[in-house]
C-alpha cells in the first residue's frame, strides 16, 4: 500500500475589503454598456489603469496606488453602471495523503461508493459538459478522453492544458477521470469537460476571471460550473454572471470553504451557486468545513434563504484523484511480504533488507549496517534520525508514529540524506517490530490524495453531471433540487448547517427523477432516497406549520402539524424539547427577549419519520 507525502496547498482567504481602501493589487471592476465601452476603456487609460479583463459587459483594470473610492470619482461617467473592487478567489484544499496503486491498477475513490455514482451509468450522448474553473488541467496525465475536453485561458495565466500546481487536475479528476485500467474513476467517467485557468503563478485569481468564465463557459456550451475555490467579499459584477448561467439553465457549484468556521464564503454565497461542504468516509461532517448560516439581518428585517448556506455535501477527506503526471509522491512498505499504509517523507529509490529496531535513534548504531531502520518517533528530528540511520549503514528507514494514526513528516529544507524514509501508524507497530525483513519505497506518482471541500464540490458537480445524462430535458435548477431532495441525512435529523440536506445520491436522485419527473415531487429536501442513517424521513406527507410571535417582549412559537396522529418529539436546532402524545399543536414559550432564528422540526417518536424543518426569525 502507498502513501503520500503532505503538501500544503491554499485554503480560501477571506478578504473585506471597505469603501475606502484599496482592493486587491490596486484592481477593480468597472460594469458598463457595451455601446460605450470603448469610451471607458479609453477613460481607464487616460486616468492611468492597466486594463486587464474585457468582457461582456464590464472591463478590469489596475488603478496603482487608488483606493475606490478614488477610482469612483476618475470613472464618473453616465456610461459606467457600477465600480467594484476586484476580490481575490483562491483554490480551497488542506492536505493530501495517497493510499493504494494506481498507477498499476484502477480504483475507485470511496467517495464514488458513498455518492452511489458506481449505481448509475453516465451516459455519453446526452451531451453534458462540465466547466471546470481552477488552476488548469495537466495534459500530462493520460487518465483522461482527451478528445472530450477543451479549454480557454484567462489573461496572464498560461495554457489551460498546462496545470498551475495539482488542484485543477485532481478537481477535474473526480469528475469525469476514465473508467479504464488504470488510475481512478471519475464520478461520471469521460464525460466532456471545458477547462478554464483562472489562477496565476501565486496561486490565486480575481473575481472578475470569474466572471469572465462563467460567460466563456456559457459560450463552450456548458451545463454545470465547478468552482472549487472562494474568498472574502461579494461581487456584483461576480454574481450577475453566474446567476445568468443558472437562467439559462445551468447549474453552478461552488465549495464552501476550508477554515471551519460560520463566514461565508463567494461564489458559494451566491443564491445561484449551489454550495457544497465535505464529509469523510465515516458519513461525518469534515472539521474544515465551513457552515455559514442561512439567515442575513437581524430583528424583523433577518432573511433565511437555503440557497447561501451548504445545501449537499460530499465525500472531501482524503480523495484520491489525479494530479500532474509526477508532481505527486507515493510511497510503499512490505514487511515480511505483507503490505502497510506508509507516507513517504523523503528521498526517491527503493531498499530492501532484513529489520534493525534503533528504538529513537538518536545514536549512531553499527547493527543497522545493511539493514531497514525501525524507528520510534520522539525525542530527536526525524531528519536526524534517518541521518543516524544513514550514518551507521542503514539502507532504509521507518519511522512509526508515537500516537494513533499515520505519521506524516518530512526531512526539512536542508535535508542532506539518501537513502528512501517513510512513516508509519502506530497501530502497526507490533507489527512492524516483529517482522524480520522489510521493503520500502518512495517513488513518483501521477495520483494523490487531497482533502478540502475543493473536493467535495466536483464529487456533487460529477454526480449531477451523471444524473442529469440520464435525465437531459431537466433543468440544472431541478437536478439541484433532485440532489437535495434525495440526499442521505447527516449530522441532527432534517436539514442542518452542516451538511444541509445531506451527503449526494446518485442512484436516489435518478430514481427520484424517473418517478416524478423533472418537477419532482415534495421537493423540501432530504428525504433521504439514499438510505437511513439515523437522521429523519422528512419524505412523508407529515407536515409542520410554525408561527412565532411576543408576549410582553418574550418569544413563543405555536407549533402544529398534520397527517399523523402517532406519539411526536419535537426538536429545536436538532435539540429535543418536549415529547408529547394525543395532540397535534404544542406552545414553545422560549422565555427570551430580543432576536432570534430557531429551526423547528416533529417527528415520530422512536422512528425516522420527520417533518421538513421550519425556520422561525424574530
Known amino acids: 500500500m502507498f502513501k503520500t507525502t503532505l503538501k500544503p496547498t491554499l485554503a480560501a482567504v477571506l478578504l473585506a475589503v471597505s469603501g475606502s481602501a484599496l482592493a486587491a493589487d490596486d484592481r477593480y471592476i468597472i460594469q458598463v454598456d457595451n455601446n460605450s465601452k470603448g469610451i471607458i476603456k479609453a477613460l481607464a487609460k487616460q486616468s492611468g489603469a492597466e486594463i486587464h479583463i474585457d468582457a461582456d459587459g464590464f472591463i478590469a483594470a489596475t488603478f496603482t496606488g487608488k483606493s475606490l473610492d478614488e477610482v469612483k470619482g476618475l470613472m464618473n461617467n453616465p456610461h459606467v453602471k457600477l465600480v467594484e473592487a476586484d476580490q481575490k478567489r483562491y483554490p480551497t484544499a488542506l492536505f493530501n495523503d495517497d493510499t493504494g496503486s494506481p498507477m498499476q491498477t484502477q480504483i475507485t475513490p470511496y467517495a464514488v461508493y458513498q455518492a452511489q455514482a458506481d449505481q448509475v451509468t453516465f451516459n455519453p450522448n446526452a451531451g453534458m459538459k462540465v466547466c471546470v474553473i481552477d488552476s488548469g488541467l495537466d495534459d500530462s496525465n493520460p487518465d483522461f478522453v482527451w478528445s472530450n475536453i477543451t479549454g480557454d485561458n484567462d489573461p496572464g495565466t498560461g495554457n489551460w492544458f498546462d496545470a498551475g500546481g495539482e488542484h485543477g487536475t485532481h478537481v477535474a479528476g473526480t469528475i469525469g477521470a476514465a473508467d479504464n485500467t488504470f488510475g481512478v474513476v471519475g464520478m461520471a467517467p469521460g464525460v466532456d469537460m471545458h477547462i478554464i485557468k483562472v489562477f496565476n503563478e501565486s496561486g490565486w485569481g480575481y473575481s472578475s476571471g470569474l466572471a469572465q468564465a462563467a460567460q466563456l463557459c456559457q459560450a463552450a456550451g456548458a451545463n454545470l460550473i465547478n468552482m472549487s475555490l472562494g474568498g472574502g467579499g461579494a461581487s456584483s459584477t461576480e454574481d450577475n454572471a453566474f446567476a445568468d448561467f443558472t437562467a439559462a439553465g445551468g447549474l453552478v457549484v461552488a465549495a464552501a470553504g476550508n477554515d471551519g468556521n460560520s463566514v461565508r464564503s463567494y461564489p458559494a454565497g451566491y443564491s445561484s451557486v449551489m454550495m457544497v461542504g465535505a464529509n469523510d468516509a465515516d458519513n461525518n461532517i469534515a472539521s474544515f468545513s465551513q457552515y455559514p448560516s442561512c439567515t442575513s439581518g437581524r430583528g424583523k428585517r433577518a432573511t433565511t434563504d437555503e440557497t447561501i448556506c451548504v445545501e449537499v455535501t460530499a465525500g472531501g477527506v482524503d480523495t484520491l484523484s489525479t494530479v500532474p503526471a509526477g508532481l ?12 502497510f499504509a506508509s507516507s513517504g517523507m523523503e528521498n526517491m529509490g527503493s531498499a530492501a533488507g532484513s529489520t534493525y529496531f534503533m528504538g529513537t535513534a538518536e545514536s549512531v548504531d553499527s547493527g543497522a549496517a545493511g539493514k531497514i531502520c525501525v524507528i520510534d518517533r520522539g525525542v530527536i528530528s526525524f531528519f536526524d534520525k534517518v541521518a543516524n540511520c544513514e550514518a551507521s549503514g542503514g539502507v532504509g528507514a521507518v519511522i512509526i508514529n508515537n500516537e494513533a494514526g499515520m505519521l506524516y513528516g518530512t526531512l526539512g529544507d536542508t535535508n542532506t540524506t539518501s537513502i528512501p524514509a517513510v512513516g508509519a501508524a502506530l ?9 524480520t525483513s522489510m521493503e520500502v519505497s518512495v517513488e513518483a506518482s501521477d495520483y494523490a490524495y487531497l482533502s478540502g471541500t475543493s473536493m467535495a464540490t466536483p464529487a456533487v458537480v460529477g454526480v449531477a453531471a451523471l444524473v442529469w445524462s440520464n435525465h437531459p430535458s431537466c433543468s440544472g435548477t431541478e437536478i439541484r433540487e433532485a440532489l437535495k431532495a434525495t440526499a442521505l441525512d447527516g449530522g ?10 445531506g451527503i449526494v445520491q446518485a442512484a436516489a436522485a435518478d430514481t427520484y427523477l424517473t418517478t ?17 442513517n439515523g437522521g429523519g424521513d422528512t419524505g412523508t406527507d407529515l407536515t409542520l406549520t410554525a408561527s412565532g410571535y411576543k408576549v410582553k417582549g ?24 418536549v415529547s408529547v402524545s394525543g395532540v397535534t399543536a404544542y406552545t414553545d414559550a422560549l422565555n427570551t427577549k430580543g432576536g432570534g432564528v430557531y429551526d423547528y422540526q416533529v417527528c415520530e417518536t422512536g422512528t425516522t419519520t420527520c417533518s421538513a424543518t421550519v425556520t422561525v426569525v424574530f
Open 554 to 577: 418574550s418569544q413563543v412559537v405555536d407549533l402544529s402539524w398534520a397527517n399523523s396522529t402517532a406519539d411526536m418529539t419535537i426538536y429545536r436546532n436538532g435539540s429535543e424539547i
Open 427 to 435: 497501530e502497526d507497530r507490533s507489527a512492524l517490530l516483529a517482522a
Open 328 to 339: 505527486s509522491t507515493a510511497s510503499g512498505l512490505l514487511a515480511d511480504g505483507s503490505g
Open 516 to 532: 416524478n419527473g423533472c418537477a419532482g415531487g415534495d421537493n423540501g429536501g432530504g428525504d433521504n432516497g439514499g438510505g437511513d
Open 492 to 501: 441532527a435529523a432534517g436539514k442542518d448547517e452542516y451538511f444541509g440536506y
